[in-house]
């Protein structure tokens, strides 16, 4: 009897002591301080409702063998395509010999460095790797590149076959991640190389004729009696009643900068908007606003012709072009801000 009693006894512990343990595994399954399981659910909620912050980019470290490396590339590329960047960028080459025209070429590679440097931390997280068939890309633009200088000479194409081997370059030595999203800088590149000139003839004739009659237009809109033949303004001087002719095939020489507008367009589409379909936009108003910024160009020549024909020769028309890339700059920020306000860009 008193083996079943104490049997018993045990029994009844055992029980009690797994009440015991159930209620701690109980209690502590809900927080501290709830008493039901709507408290429980709303603490759960308070919970989720606040967000870790998000962490920040590291900082982009470059080790002292890569600047090394980076630096002895640039001078092995330098000295490849010496004959393309002497005649673009030295004495006697053309962004000194025609600053008007192709003085823009020494800001754009500075554009196309800053924008790498501004994303520095986004293209610093993607993989490195080596990617072979940017073999390709590099043996194809020094072959075309040594044809546009044997075979058949050609500084344009010379400058577009130095871009094209600076693409298989960066292709090869960090691999697709890292050429994606360096793409459009590289791309950007090809602002800074002067057009053929038979190119550039084409190209500006049938905008210089347009810009006539467009700045024919807004001088008689503003009371200065003009006449038109062709590409030829005539403005009549009341002062001294004679007719003064302003040949816009020279005073509109500002329409040969239509590359450095293009540019503009494009630097503006770099930094201002992020969508494909609003950098394309910007980059095709250019030549709208070239135009326009031209008319205007030739209307204020021909008012300044009234006072003193000089003005509208020599360097005067050279530096009222130049001014006026501030308000075509001013255009393309609004055109940025309005594509923007169509559809906003998300926060990076």
């Known amino acids: ?46 919970a989720a409702s606040k967000k870790a912050p998000a962490a ?31 005649k673009q960028y030295g004495p006697d080459g053309f962004s000194v010999a025609y600053p008007q025209d192709w003085g823009h070429s020494y800001i754009v590679p500075l554009i196309a460095g800053w924008y790498v440097w501004k994303h520095r931390a986004r293209i610093g997280l993607l993989p490195v790797t080596t990617f072979w068939p940017g073999v390709l890309l590099m043996v194809l633009g020094m072959v075309c590149y040594f044809n546009f200088i044997r075979g058949y000479p050609n500084h344009m194409f010379q400058g577009f076959s130095a871009m094209l081997t600076l693409a298989g370059m960066v292709l090869l030595l960090t691999g697709p991640r890292v050429f994606g999203a360096v793409l459009l800088p590289v791309a950007y590149l090809g602002f800074a190389v002067t057009i053929s000139e038979m190119v550039m003839i084409k190209i500006t004739f049938a905008l210089q004729l347009l810009a006539a009659q467009g700045a024919w237009m807004l001088l008689n809109m503003v009371g200065v009696d003009t006449e038109i033949d062709g590409n030829v303004l005539r403005v009549f001087n009341g002062k001294q009643g004679e007719w003064l002719p302003l040949n816009v095939a020279e005073a509109c020489a500002g329409m040969r900068m239509v590359i450095a507008f293009v540019a503009l367009s494009g630097a503006v589409a770099l930094y201002g908007v992020s969508r494909w379909w609003k950098r394309v936009a910007l980059v095709l108003l250019s030549v709208p606003v070239a135009l326009l910024m031209n008319i205007v160009r030739v209307a204020v020549l021909g008012m300044l012709s009234l006072v003193d024909p000089r003005l509208a020769e020599g360097e005067a028309h050279t530096l009222i072009g130049t001014a006026l890339l501030v308000p075509a700059f001013l255009l393309f920020m609004l055109c940025a801000w309005s594509l923007n306000k169509i559809e906003p860009e998300e926060a990076s």
Not at 20 to 40: F, H, K, L
Not at 68 to 86: D, E, I, K, Y
Request: avoid cysteine; glycine fraction near 18%; charged fraction near 10%.
């Open 56 to 86: 920040a980019p590291a900082a982009v470290r470059i080790e002292a063998p890569v600047v090394v490396s980076l630096g002895l590339l640039a001078v092995a590329f330098a000295a490849m395509f010496w004959q393309f960047l002497s």
């Open 1 to 46: 009897m008193s083996t079943a009693a104490t049997s018993r006894a045990d029994d009844g512990a055992v029980l009690k002591g797994a009440g015991s343990v159930a209620g701690t595994a109980g209690s502590v399954g809900r927080p501290v301080g709830s008493s039901g399981g709507s408290s429980g659910g709303g603490s759960k909620g308070k």
